[in-house]
């Protein structure tokens, strides 16, 4: 995926006009499940409502597909997958304060994340995994998202929710830029201004991915605008 400069877009301009929509519907009290495909997707995506989740006291639970360890290639994986590791516990915190949110790894290989290679035993913990928070709602990243390991996360959230009778709630984080189809549910809108400054302390979190932490000439890095874009923005929500 070759990352956009500009913080533009067909799903940006629709959701310029799109309704907000509130806590009480996204995550209705009770258990709450997150399917994301690295750590940061959670916080960039959508850790305004998060921490109102976390506020409100609902049961959360994250199953992280992949350790991101391909961020910086250049770069020994266990050392990178360490480092964000904890980047990824002290956005939690910060989000979620009051109670440590459970993270289950699930460790599919960055950049190359599959529903089908789940089955079996692998399938069977996710789901009692899953089942412990008797869900109401799973949060996930699009499959707008121009990103397989996005999709992943997306299909095996889908299979989840389907599972456990949960409404299924996805977030668009590269999808969101550039010109492509807009997802047939309608966009909402969530802002908690309240909310605003624990986002950015949950992003500053994440110095591998931001900022000139690690010096590998082909790490991801995400450009500045983009940045601010995330943090600044509603977070962009859509059924299904
Ligand atoms: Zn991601």
Same mark, same amino acid.
């Given at each position: 995926?070759?990352?956009?400069?500009?913080?533009? &877009?067909?799903? #940006?301009? @629709? %959701? *310029?006009? !799109?309704?907000?929509?509130?806590?009480?519907? $996204?995550?209705?009290? /009770?258990?709450?499940?997150?399917?994301?495909?690295?750590?940061?997707?959670?916080?960039?995506?959508? &850790?305004?409502? #998060?921490? @109102? %989740? *976390?506020? !409100?006291?609902?049961?959360?639970?994250?199953? $992280?597909?992949?350790? /991101?360890?391909?961020?910086?290639?250049?770069?020994?994986?266990?050392?990178?997958?360490?480092?964000?590791?904890?980047? #990824?516990? @002290? %956005?939690?915190?910060?989000?979620?304060?009051?109670?440590?949110?459970?993270?289950?790894?699930?460790?599919?290989?960055?950049?190359?994340?599959?529903?089908?290679?789940?089955?079996?035993?692998?399938?069977?913990? #996710?789901?009692?995994?899953?089942?412990?928070?008797?869900?109401?709602?799973?949060?996930?990243?699009?499959?707008?998202?121009?990103?397989?390991?996005?999709?992943?996360?997306?299909?095996?959230?889908?299979?989840?929710?389907?599972?456990?009778?949960?409404?299924?709630?996805?977030?668009?984080?590269?999808?969101?830029?550039?010109?492509?189809?807009?997802?047939?549910?309608?966009?909402?809108?969530?802002?908690?201004?309240?909310?605003?400054?624990?986002?950015?302390?949950?992003?500053?979190?994440?110095?591998?991915?931001?900022?000139?932490?690690?010096?590998?000439?082909?790490?991801?890095?995400?450009?500045?605008?983009?940045?601010?874009?995330?943090?600044?923005?509603?977070?962009?929500?859509?059924?299904?």
């Amino acid at each position: 995926m070759s990352v956009p400069l500009a913080a533009e &877009g067909s799903v #940006l301009r @629709a %959701a *310029a006009g !799109a309704a907000t929509v509130e806590l009480a519907e $996204l995550s209705p009290p /009770g258990g709450l499940l997150l399917v994301m495909p690295h750590p940061d997707d959670e916080t960039l995506g959508c &850790g305004q409502a #998060l921490a @109102a %989740a *976390a506020d !409100a006291g609902r049961d959360i639970g994250l199953v $992280l597909v992949t350790d /991101g360890e391909g961020s910086h290639p250049g770069c020994h994986p266990g050392d990178i997958v360490g480092l964000r590791q904890a980047e #990824l516990e @002290a %956005a939690l915190a910060v989000l979620s304060p009051g109670r440590a949110i459970a993270v289950l790894r699930l460790g599919l290989r960055d950049g190359h994340a599959r529903r089908d290679a789940l089955s079996g035993e692998r399938w069977q913990a #996710l789901l009692g995994f899953a089942q412990s928070y008797d869900p109401r709602a799973v949060w996930t990243t699009s499959p707008l998202d121009p990103h397989c390991d996005h999709r992943a996360a997306h299909a095996i959230a889908h299979d989840l929710a389907e599972h456990c009778g949960a409404a299924l709630w996805s977030v668009p984080v590269w999808g969101r830029f550039g010109e492509r189809a807009l997802p047939e549910s309608e966009l909402r809108l969530f802002e908690a201004s309240a909310l605003a400054e624990r986002k950015r302390c949950a992003l500053a979190a994440y110095r591998s991915q931001f900022t000139e932490l690690i010096a590998d000439p082909e790490a991801f890095r995400m450009p500045k605008p983009l940045l601010a874009h995330f943090a600044a923005h509603p977070e962009i929500f859509h059924r299904g």
